[in-house]
């Protein structure tokens, strides 16, 4: 059953090209609303925690360097339906196959640089919202 919460971050890319304010932007007007937010920044350490899923993946070591190479924004989003709408407002990951007007055709610098995170399923998207922000921050 789908929940109405969903978990996102803006990566290091979009962070360090001044893009914070136009993505946060189309979220809103795409009908979510921010219940959380903060910016920081990952040690290479905490990255690995994050995509621990992807550790036997051969990209993995990269990932884990470019997500720790500047500051990132986790944002925890509600609106219903809220990871399926994400995840089509986000678009694909390859941003060249992404559909216009989404976040990333608009964003992201390529399939590495894809500008933003938004969890696949609910029960990822707790997990990772509870990975950035405790209990008395995240609702």
């Not at 995509?51 to 990209?59: C, I, L, Q, S, T």
Request: proline residues 2%; hydrophobic residues 40%; negative net charge.
């Amino acid at each position: 059953m789908a929940t109405n919460k969903t978990f996102t971050m803006i990566k290091p890319d979009a962070v360090a090209a001044g893009n914070i304010g136009g993505i946060t932007k189309m979220i809103e007007e795409a009908g979510f609303r921010i219940t959380a937010m903060k910016m920081t920044k990952l040690s290479s350490e905490r990255a690995g925690q994050f995509y621990a899923v992807h550790k036997e993946r051969p990209f993995y070591g990269e990932l884990c360097q470019y997500m720790s190479s500047g500051h990132i924004v986790a944002m925890i989003l509600e609106k219903e339906n809220a990871v399926a709408d994400f995840r089509k407002l986000i678009g694909a990951t390859d941003p060249s196959k992404a559909e216009a007007g989404t976040i990333r055709a608009i964003y992201a610098k390529s399939i590495e640089a894809n500008a933003i995170h938004g969890s696949d399923s609910d029960e990822n998207a707790e997990i990772e919202g509870s990975f950035f922000f405790a209990g008395t921050e995240k609702y």
